[in-house]
């Protein structure tokens, strides 16, 4: 993997004393990924979906593809696809986290916090293997869930000196579209 960040953190100063701010920068490549194969793949490869992987049909395909699918053997449907970990193609992915702080001291000893988490993902890119073009999986359910945006909120109280918290946490993730966009139309 091949990874750099570039954090800054800032405090106010004067009478803005309790904030405090964050603002991190990250790219992450990761060559070779250590992942488990997805069956759609697995049923494209072994049926030739992309006219060069298996052109004859043939069940030991040059992949090994469709040696990974099992079937019933009384009637002869489809029952499971092995999905073994591999390493497969790359993973490429970058984006933004700002975190903003602000505390509030109250007269009882208490004291009343916000903490607000922007995270932006500017790209997610993904290869089923070293070999396929690179899918971008920002915006889709795939891969985890790969939202364009995160907004995490919380609002809360310290009490009893600090030893006791009470909190509301909001998380706000805009619309997305299914896992199945990633894959071939």
């Given at each position: 993997?091949?990874?750099?960040?570039?954090?800054?953190?800032?405090?106010?100063?004067?009478?803005?004393?309790?904030?405090?701010?964050?603002?991190?920068?990250?790219?992450?490549?990761?060559?070779?990924?250590?992942?488990?194969?997805?069956?759609?793949?697995?049923?494209?490869?072994?049926?030739?979906?992309?006219?060069?992987?298996?052109?004859?049909?043939?069940?030991?395909?040059p992949?090994?593809?469709?040696?990974?699918?099992?079937?019933?053997?009384?009637?002869?449907?489809?029952?499971?696809?092995?999905?073994?970990?591999?390493?497969s193609?790359?993973?490429?992915?970058?984006?933004?986290?700002?975190?903003?702080n602000?505390?509030?001291d109250?007269n009882?000893?208490?004291?009343?916090?916000?903490?607000?988490?922007?995270?932006?993902?500017?790209?997610?890119?993904?290869?089923?293997?070293?070999?396929e073009?690179?899918?971008?999986?920002?915006?889709?359910?795939?891969?985890?869930?790969?939202?364009?945006?995160?907004?995490?909120?919380?609002?809360?109280?310290?009490?009893?000196?600090?030893?006791?918290?009470?909190?509301?946490?909001?998380?706000?993730?805009?619309?997305v579209?299914?896992?199945?966009?990633?894959?071939?139309p």
């Amino acid at each position: 993997a091949k990874t750099w960040t570039l954090g800054m953190v800032f405090s106010a100063p004067g009478s803005l004393e309790n904030v405090t701010a964050s603002l991190d920068f990250y790219s992450i490549d990761i060559t070779d990924a250590i992942t488990t194969i997805d069956s759609k793949f697995v049923y494209g490869k072994c049926l030739n979906s992309d006219g060069v992987s298996n052109p004859n049909y043939v069940k030991n395909d040059p992949g090994g593809y469709c040696s990974l699918i099992f079937r019933n053997a009384g009637t002869g449907d489809r029952e499971t696809v092995q999905a073994p970990y591999v390493n497969s193609g790359n993973l490429n992915t970058t984006g933004v986290d700002i975190a903003l702080n602000w505390t509030r001291d109250i007269n009882d000893g208490g004291s009343f916090y916000i903490n607000s988490l922007v995270s932006y993902l500017n790209e997610y890119q993904v290869q089923d293997s070293a070999t396929e073009p690179f899918r971008e999986a920002k915006g889709t359910l795939a891969e985890g869930g790969q939202y364009e945006y995160r907004l995490n909120n919380t609002f809360g109280y310290n009490f009893g000196g600090g030893r006791t918290k009470v909190g509301l946490r909001w998380t706000h993730l805009p619309e997305v579209e299914g896992a199945a966009a990633l894959g071939p139309p």
